[in-house]
T-cell receptor, first 109, second 112 residues
Framework: KNEVEQSPQNLTAQEGEFITINCSYS?????LHWLQQHPGGGIVSLFM???GKKKHGRLIATINIQEKHSSLHITASHPRDSAVYIC???????????FGTGTLLAVQP | DGGITQSPKYLFRKEGQNVTLSCEQN?????MYWYRQDPGQGLRLIYY???????QKGDIAEGYSVSREKKESFPLTVTSAQKNPTAFYLC???????????FGPGTRLLVL
């Protein structure tokens, strides 16, 4: 079993829909990251959080340390949000980044 | 503009040849990382460096080598000992380990 699990693996939404991507982890962590990878391959860091909630534009990230769970929400989704969203945690025995396998999001116009 | 550059974007090599992937950053970051990405798998750490002239093996270091002679540069050599080198390679840097990592655009290596 992977130490970081994401769901769903694939998600198709219509433009304007509210989207939620989930991340569960099984190790102790110091921080959790949400990353975005576009089709060209480049990765952008969206959030780093260790508690509570962060918001940036239409993106909201929450984390529940007790339940070892984080969610990434996208409000009023747009086709340009289509990308792979990756959850990663700083944790485990080495405290290095451990990555989930990503959620492929496609937003259709 | 500050950032991380990787070159080339695509690289083709014959089996048995060593190949070196470039990674340069002008963010003045101390820590640098090399990751490998394969379809259906999360990124896996190959090597990382916390400071100049020092580096540590990651989870999948076998068949790879690195150097960190300058703060700005962290080249990765894929040697002929790497059994399955075809993959997407990403370089990243951060102010310190455990801080937000900034990623380069990646190099797609295809070994024929």
């Amino acid at each position: 079993k992977n130490e970081v699990e994401q769901s769903p693996q694939n998600l198709t939404a219509q433009e304007g829909e509210f989207i939620t991507i989930n991340c569960s982890y099984s190790v102790g962590i110091s921080a959790l990251h949400w990353l975005q990878q576009h089709p060209g391959g480049g990765i952008v860091s969206l959030f780093m959080l260790s508690s509570g909630k962060k918001k940036h534009g239409r993106l909201i990230a929450t984390i529940n340390i007790q339940e070892k769970h984080s969610s990434l929400h996208i409000t009023a989704s747009h086709p340009r949000d289509s990308a792979v969203y990756i959850c990663a945690v700083h944790g485990g025995a080495t405290n290095k980044l451990i990555f989930g396998t990503g959620t492929l999001l496609a937003v259709q116009p | 503009d500050g950032g991380i550059t990787q070159s080339p974007k695509y690289l083709f090599r014959k089996e048995g040849q060593n190949v070196t992937l470039s990674c340069e950053q002008n963010l003045n970051h101390d820590a640098m990382y090399w990751y490998r990405q394969d379809p259906g798998q999360g990124l896996r750490l190959i090597y990382y460096s916390q400071i100049v002239n020092d580096f540590q093996k990651g989870d999948i270091a076998e068949g790879y080598s690195v150097s960190r002679e300058k703060k700005e540069s962290f080249p990765l050599t894929v040697t002929s000992a790497q059994k399955n080198p075809t993959a997407f390679y990403l370089c990243a840097s951060s102010i310190m380990t455990q801080e937000t990592q900034y990623f380069g655009p990646g190099t797609r290596l295809l070994v024929l």
